[in-house]
C-alpha cells in the first residue's frame, strides 16, 4: 500500500498527470489505505474507486467507511462482479447502497447471455465492465465478444464502459514470456470511435500498427473525440509509466 501511494501522488502530480484516473483499493483493503494515508496527509482527498471484494452486502459499510473518512478520501466510483444470473433485485440493491453521485461499475460475467446481462446493468444506470484479461487464457475475451459488447454499450443511448486486464500497452501485441495476446488501449479507442461511425470495429481491434491507429485516433474531430470518451470512459492498468510511455512514442501526448 505504501509503494502504491507513493507511485499514485507522484504521477499526480507530474507532468502527465491528466491522464491519471482515480486510485483503486479492494474494500478489504480499506483500514490499510487509510492508516497510511493519515501518514501522509494529503493536501486534497485522494480520489478513489471502491472494489468491492467482501460481497454485495459489505458495500453500505464500506461506503460509510470511506465517507467517515472525507478529509482524506473521496468517492468518486464503486466495482463490483455480478453474479452469474444478474437479476433485477441484485441491481436494484446495487442502485440503493451506491450514492447517486457516485459512478457504479459492474461487471457481468462473459459467458453464455452475458450480454443480455450487459443491457441490463446499463438499463439500471451503471456501467459495464470488461474484463480484457489475467493469469489465464480464459480471461481474454476474443475480438468478436469485445466487438459484440462495444455494439450492445454503443446502441445504448448515453452509455458508458471500463475495461480492465492487461491493458498496460497501447498496441495489441502478443506476450513474449506468457504467449497470450493482449488487446491494446488503442485498439478499444479506435474501436469505440468506429462503433460509433458505423466502421469496422473487428479490424480496428485485430490491428497491430501503432502508427496507424494514433493517425486515426488523432484524426478524431472534437464531437467524435468527446463521443469516445463518453463510450470508452476509463479503463484500469497495472503500471501508469508503461501506456505514457506508449502515447509519448505514438504522439498522442
Not at 441491481?91 to 462473459?110: A, K, Q, Y
Not at 475475451?141 to 459484440?148: K, L
Request: glycine share 10%; aromatic share 6%.
Amino acid at each position: 500500500m505504501p509503494e502504491a501511494l507513493r507511485a499514485h501522488f507522484a504521477s499526480r502530480s507530474g507532468e502527465h498527470s491528466g491522464v491519471l484516473g482515480v486510485f483503486l483499493c479492494q474494500a478489504s483493503r480499506l483500514p490499510e489505505l487509510i492508516t497510511e494515508l493519515i501518514k501522509i496527509k494529503p493536501k486534497e482527498p485522494l480520489p478513489l474507486s471502491l472494489i468491492i471484494d467482501t460481497g454485495l452486502g459489505g458495500v453500505p459499510k464500506a461506503i460509510s467507511i470511506v465517507e467517515s473518512r472525507s478529509e482524506i478520501l473521496a468517492l468518486r466510483m464503486v466495482e463490483m462482479p455480478a453474479p452469474s444470473d444478474v437479476d433485477e433485485v441484485w441491481l436494484e440493491r446495487v442502485s440503493e447502497f451506491v450514492p447517486e453521485d457516485v459512478i457504479r461499475v459492474v461487471e457481468p460475467r462473459r459467458g453464455v447471455g452475458w450480454l443480455d446481462g450487459v443491457r441490463k446493468v446499463i438499463e439500471h444506470g451503471s456501467w459495464p465492465k470488461i474484463r480484457c484479461g489475467g493469469q489465464a487464457g480464459e480471461n481474454f475475451p476474443s475480438v468478436d465478444e469485445v466487438a459484440d459488447f462495444l455494439s450492445v454499450v454503443s446502441g445504448e443511448t448515453g452509455a458508458s464502459f471500463k475495461a480492465t486486464n492487461s491493458l498496460h500497452r497501447a498496441v495489441r501485441h502478443t506476450d513474449e514470456t506468457s504467449g497470450f495476446t493482449h488487446h491494446g488501449f488503442l485498439n478499444l479507442i479506435v474501436a469505440s470511435a468506429r462503433c460509433l461511425s458505423g466502421g469496422d470495429v473487428r479490424a480496428a481491434l485485430e490491428s497491430t500498427d501503432g502508427a496507424a491507429l494514433a493517425a486515426e485516433a488523432k484524426g478524431l474531430s472534437d464531437p467524435a473525440a468527446k463521443a469516445v470518451r463518453g463510450l470508452f470512459a476509463s479503463y484500469a492498468a497495472a503500471s501508469f509509466d508503461e501506456p505514457v510511455a506508449d502515447l509519448g512514442e505514438l504522439g498522442l501526448l
